[in-house]
């Protein structure tokens, strides 16, 4: 059974930066996609970047473009969120997913997800 356990968010100031990290247990790592979604207060779950199995290909919605950074470390089971210039409308519950697919963008695509990480922006 895969597991995936979030860490590194927290409460930063407007333009603060912070990255979250995902390790991931059980599985052949180096085969899943991987993926941070994010969900606010009383709106639905979104997407906001993938990667591939390969750690090349990503995907990024554009509320992340230019300021987020996903990145896949193979060797050490891991993958991260590297958040710069952060906004209070970045508040959200992040997610780090799992796919046995190359790189998907629709939730149902994801097999696996961790119990989430808190990300407050706020001065």
């Known amino acids: 059974q895969v597991q995936l356990v979030e860490s590194g968010g927290g409460l930063v100031q407007p333009g603060d930066s912070l990255r979250l990290s995902c390790a991931v247990s059980?599985?052949?790592?180096?085969?899943?996609?991987m993926a941070w979604w994010r969900q606010a207060r009383g709106k639905e779950r979104q997407l906001v970047a993938a990667?591939?199995?390969?750690?090349?290909?990503?995907h990024y919605t554009d509320s992340a473009k230019g300021r987020f950074t996903i990145s896949k470390d193979n060797a050490n089971n891991k993958a991260y969120l590297q958040m710069n210039s952060l906004m209070p409308a970045d508040t959200a519950v992040y997610y780090c997913?799992?796919?046995?697919?190359?790189?998907?963008?629709?939730?149902?695509?994801?097999?696996?997800w961790g119990q989430g990480t808190q990300v407050t922006v706020s001065s």
């Open positions: 997913a799992a796919s046995s697919q190359f790189l998907v963008t629709h939730q149902q695509g994801y097999d696996y």
């Open positions: 990667i591939g199995w390969n750690g090349i290909n990503t």
């Open positions: 059980g599985g052949t790592f180096s085969t899943l996609a």
